[in-house]
């Protein structure tokens, strides 16, 4: 198991798994698992559609390793099928293990849980008293091993697992003292508890001002200085509100289409295909509006793809204050979804494929506002309704024009902006901080999973 062809750093050792440190082991998945601890769900005919009924003993699934809960299922089987496959039952501290589509994936079935057993989607695996079981799941989690046994192109052992015959000797480096495990265990949990925190506040700051906008943007909340009439006969009364073809709106907003505010600029229609990293143009491609950016693109401090002039017959180049929408979606939420182009200088960008470049004609929105329209609510009904297609949902420009926008006074305009500018910034704070404590804890696995950096422990505890 050890080789010494290369000489070691003093107190490590080589092995198989590179230098560890001299008191630590080179340990087997089935070494470190209880007799009969490595168990498939059931194969054949010994589980069958016509086995399942609507309320009885849980089936567990793949879905409830993949996101790690009790709470996903939708298969039960009775008292008398759970008897006959009792050696497929979980407890409290198995693990569960997707091996097949989506493989590697690991959950530790909690003391309190429904009763149940695995599918055939499903290995459990209950490990014995020589490993700690958070040390063992952080090291199942940890990517160096998940890519040992999931790397189809290597064999992996869990590719296509129907026996455990490679699956069984896959590797781990364990340090001797349960005490140590449980340091290193520890203090990867510690980093986790601080994720899911942040995870959490970042979820609460996301439902605020989803919430905030719906108020401010719809009028249904006034930001105080614009509550009450300042000047004339009803001067320092409360504004009502007025019906409109939006449903009901303050009395001091207007109504227009987007076909009254906007004129339609000329969009390039060239495919991912011919964009590269560097070029003459930059180019706003509509997928990266569905997976990267949200109501403003501040395009200075934006990398974006590019494109040659020659491959480029005509398209406007953006402005500060232009609207860019995507005008496909494969999903009802991604239906209309648009950013405001911040930042242009003297860049040259244009708005590409699948996509509308829409002008404020005279400037009827402030800059900063124009980026939350597709949010309102109402606003997003009608992009929904309109919309067309079955794969693939695409407003068309002649509906999109008809559809009719809330238009507050621009220095309520201004106000609302910058309070959602404002929480866009603290959320998008907060996301920084959680990639960086992200890559803080794969620095910690790969110190404290080799045993190149030592906690202190205490081996007669």
């Not at 990517?143 to 046994?149: A, L, N, S, T």
Request: glycine fraction near 8%.
């Amino acid at each position: 198991m050890i080789s010494t062809d290369k000489q070691s750093a003093s107190g490590y050792k080589r092995t198989e798994l590179g230098e560890i440190p001299e008191d630590w082991e080179i340990r087997t998945l089935s070494g470190m698992s209880a007799s009969n601890g490595l168990v498939r769900g059931p194969f054949g005919g010994s589980l069958k559609k016509s086995d399942f009924v609507k309320e009885g003993i849980k089936v567990y699934e793949q879905r409830n390793a993949i996101y790690e809960t009790t709470e996903l299922g939708r298969y039960f089987i009775t008292k008398p099928k759970f008897d006959e496959l009792k050696r497929f039952e979980v407890s409290g501290g198995d693990f569960i293990v997707s091996c097949s589509g989506t493989i590697g994936k690991i959950y530790k079935i909690p003391d309190k849980h429904p009763k149940g057993i695995i599918n055939q989607a499903l290995l459990k695996i209950t490990i014995n008293e020589s490993i700690v079981p958070n040390y063992f799941e952080h090291y199942f989690k940890w990517e160096p091993f998940q890519e040992k046994i999931i790397d189809g192109t290597q064999g992996g052992a869990m590719k296509n697992l129907v026996g455990m015959a490679e699956f069984k000797h896959s590797l781990m480096a364990v340090p001797k003292h349960i005490q140590e495990q449980t340091a290193i265990a520890n203090a990867l949990s510690d980093v986790d508890s601080l994720l899911t925190e942040l995870e959490k506040l970042i979820t609460k700051k996301q439902a605020i001002k989803t919430a905030t906008m719906q108020q401010l943007l719809t009028g249904k909340t006034r930001l105080p200085q614009f509550a009450r009439y300042t000047e004339g006969e009803k001067q320092g009364q409360l504004k009502g509100m007025k019906d409109s073809e939006l449903g009901e709106i303050p009395e001091d907003w207007e109504v227009k289409t987007y076909g009254e505010i906007f004129s339609f600029q000329t969009t390039a229609s060239n495919s991912r295909s011919d964009l590269t990293s560097e070029g003459d143009i930059g180019y706003i491609h509509y997928g990266d509006i569905h997976t990267k950016w949200n109501y403003l693109l501040d395009i200075s401090k934006t990398t974006l793809p590019h494109i040659s002039n020659e491959k480029v017959t005509s398209a406007a180049f953006l402005k500060n204050g232009d609207i860019v929408m995507a005008d496909a979606s494969e999903d009802y939420e991604g239906i209309g979804k648009s950013i405001e182009i911040t930042g242009s200088g003297r860049k040259k960008v244009i708005s590409g494929l699948h996509t509308f470049l829409l002008r404020d004609k005279s400037e009827v929105f402030s800059d900063g506002f124009r980026g939350y329209l597709h949010s309102i609510m109402v606003v997003k009904s009608t992009f929904d309704r309109l919309a067309t297609g079955l794969k693939v949902y695409g407003l068309s420009k002649s509906n999109l024009k008809i559809v009719p926008l809330p238009i507050p006074p621009k220095q309520e305009q201004t106000a609302i902006a910058n309070i959602l500018s404002d929480m866009d910034e603290e959320i998008k704070a907060l996301e920084q901080r959680l990639s960086k404590t992200r890559h803080i804890k794969q620095g910690m696995m790969q110190e404290l999973l080799t045993g190149r950096t030592r906690l202190p422990f205490n081996q007669e505890s």
